[in-house]
């Protein structure tokens, strides 16, 4: 028998709210207390952006090295294997809500832009690292080392097929389409706090808040499934303790957040760039099928005797004494 049918209508949560920054346990208490509100509002899954435990490291486009500002991040990220990991596990379970939340992942001091994927049950049923950290990330951020990267996809009780991708991940065609390829319904497109285009021709259109949302509502359209925007407010407080003033990520705002549905439409209603809240939305998943009826690219719509797509989903990692070479560097 095949996965039961998720229900016809499903309502979800899309936080735009500023972490504790750079404070582990002040963001997971902060997280906890929005996985209450949007459980108390009938939410069936919510949303948190990328990096939002403990924040996004605004101040690597100002300035690349900050041995301090760095030893505190890594202090405060977020080991998968840790009693705050529980403890969102367990949040999810106590609300019966599933918890989609992006993380700075600290593994073994390593740091990697990760994403979570929390059934309402509280299992773990996916984490993932971005495939690429984009520009400055680089000097913070490693590679993801392969394995569950690729495997971004979760049949989620009382949502339906949930996928997850990071900020500019959306401009990666293959990694999109291995994304598509396992059929979800509702996607979690995950960014950083965004700003309008400054209209000077000097910095990128593709990187402000219009441009990443053109990226995710682009996803929208690919997929036929609803996209879950979700970007996060920075205050004067984050300035403050990242030491950004009067550069990139330098002024107040940054929220975006949206929900876009399978063609492409805006069904969401904004809130104000500082405004922290709660976006609401009760999604009808016809709409999914009227999309699909019109075009499915990886369906009826596709050329798999022309274009394939080819992945390799082994781990990749580090060698270590005692173990052979080829043990440690490929594991199934």
Request: aromatic share 8%; with cysteine.
């Amino acid at each position: 028998m095949g996965s039961p049918a998720p229900p016809t209508t499903v309502r979800v949560a899309v936080t735009q709210a500023e972490p504790a920054w750079l404070d582990l346990d002040g963001t997971i208490t902060k997280t906890i207390k929005l996985i209450n509100e949007a459980a108390s509002n009938g939410a069936k899954i919510v949303t948190f952006p990328e990096c939002w435990i403990p924040g996004y490291p605004a101040w690597i486009w100002s300035r690349p090295i900050d041995f301090a500002l760095q030893t505190l991040y890594t202090k405060n990220s977020l080991k998968v294997d840790s009693e705050q990991m529980q403890a969102l596990c367990a949040a999810a379970e106590k609300n019966k809500i599933a918890v989609v939340t992006g993380f700075s992942e600290n593994f073994n001091h390593s740091l990697y832009i990760s994403q979570a994927i929390i059934g309402p049950d509280g299992t773990l049923e996916v984490v993932r690292r971005k495939l690429k950290p984009t520009h400055m990330e680089r000097t913070i951020f490693g590679d993801s080392t392969g394995g569950g990267t690729l495997q971004n996809v979760a049949e989620i009780q009382g949502v339906g097929k949930v996928s997850a991708l990071a900020c500019w991940e959306h401009i990666q065609p293959l990694l999109k389409y291995n994304t598509v390829l396992q059929r979800p319904e509702v996607h979690v497109a995950a960014w950083p706090p965004l700003w309008p285009h400054s209209g000077d021709g000097q910095d990128l259109w593709s990187m402000s808040k219009d441009g990443c949302r053109n990226l995710s509502r682009t996803f929208a359209i690919e997929s036929q499934a609803f996209v879950l925007h979700t970007t996060a407010v920075l205050t004067s407080d984050g300035i403050t303790k990242m030491g950004t003033e009067g550069n990139f990520m330098g002024q107040p705002g940054g929220g975006s957040s949206a929900i876009f549905g399978p063609d492409g439409r805006q069904l969401s209603k904004d809130l104000e760039p500082t405004e922290e809240g709660i976006i609401y939305g009760d999604l009808d998943f016809d709409m999914i099928m009227r999309a699909k009826g019109f075009v499915d690219i990886c369906g009826h719509y596709s050329r798999p005797d022309l274009l394939w797509l080819g992945t390799d989903q082994k781990e990749k990692l580090a060698h270590r004494p005692g173990k052979s070479k080829v043990e440690e560097e490929v594991v199934e």
